[in-house]
Antibody, heavy 117, light 106 residues
Framework: QIQLVQSGPELKKPGESVKISCKAS????????MNWVKQAPGNGLKWMGW????????TYADDFKQRFVFSLETSASTAYLQINNLNIEDTATYFC??????????WGQGVMVTVSS | DIQMTQSPPVLSASVGDRVTLSCKAS??????LDWYQQKHGEAPKLLIY???NLQTGIPSRFSGSGSGTDYTLTISSLQPEDVATYYC????????FGAGTKLELK
């Protein structure tokens, strides 16, 4: 069955970096783009952008162009989200989600990133 | 950017009720709208795509409708397992989620 399995929770200090993973299984990884969605505590969903799993080209939403990096390890069917120079406002759950046409049909379980001094 | 406004923010209803959730776009989104359900502590789940298409495995009590700027998610007979926050999402121009409607049991 199709699964997106994300890495575990992270506790970081301001200024540090974090890299979280999203391992896909049950389908051909390069057939579908991968998106990232942020959910701050008690808040709604915010689309961060997507990465073309065939070319590796990332596209970032306006609020996520500066410190955020999407990458792939295609041989391992894994997508990554790296956040540099973390600040308190980055405290959130980050979801990877598969893009089927324009719909997010499968989601990872989410990774809670906590930024605290 | 297209803004998506969901109403009401919180809805209390009883088991068996017919429930209607609304989503209004700041401009015409040409039916390019999905609905997602998020239960507490879980990832969102796709319910409805392209306004009125039921995702595989979703109960038929869920339905979607709308056009232009106004869209609706209807639950024909509310069940206890439907307690969740529901988000609309547009992909007509950019990609935007609404703020959600939290559905509670009365």
């Amino acid at each position: 069955q199709i699964q997106l399995v994300q890495s575990g929770p992270e506790l970081k200090k301001p200024g540090e970096s974090v890299k979280i993973s999203c391992k896909a299984s049950g389908y051909t990884f390069t057939d579908y783009a991968m998106n990232w969605v942020k959910q701050a505590p008690g808040n709604g969903l915010k689309w961060m952008g997507w990465i073309n799993t065939q070319t590796g080209k990332p596209t970032y939403a306006d609020d996520f162009k500066q410190r955020f990096v999407f990458s792939l390890e295609t041989s391992a069917s894994t997508a990554y989200l790296q956040i540099n120079n973390l600040n308190i406002e980055d405290t959130a759950t980050y979801f990877c989600t598969r893009w089927a046409a324009a719909d997010f049909d499968y989601w990872g379980q989410g990774v809670m990133v906590t930024v605290s001094s | 950017d297209i803004q998506m406004t969901q109403s009401p923010p919180v809805l209390s209803a009883s088991v068996g009720d017919r429930v209607t959730l609304s989503c209004k776009a700041s401009q015409n989104i040409n039916k390019n709208l999905d609905w997602y359900q998020q239960k507490h502590g879980e990832a969102p789940k796709l319910l409805i795509y392209y306004t009125n298409n039921l995702q595989t495995g979703i109960p038929s009590r869920f339905s979607g409708s709308g056009s232009g700027t106004d869209y609706t998610l209807t639950i024909s007979s509310l069940q206890p397992e439907d307690v969740a926050t529901y988000y609309c999402y547009q992909y007509n121009s950019g990609y935007t989620f609404g703020a959600g409607t939290k559905l509670e049991l009365k």
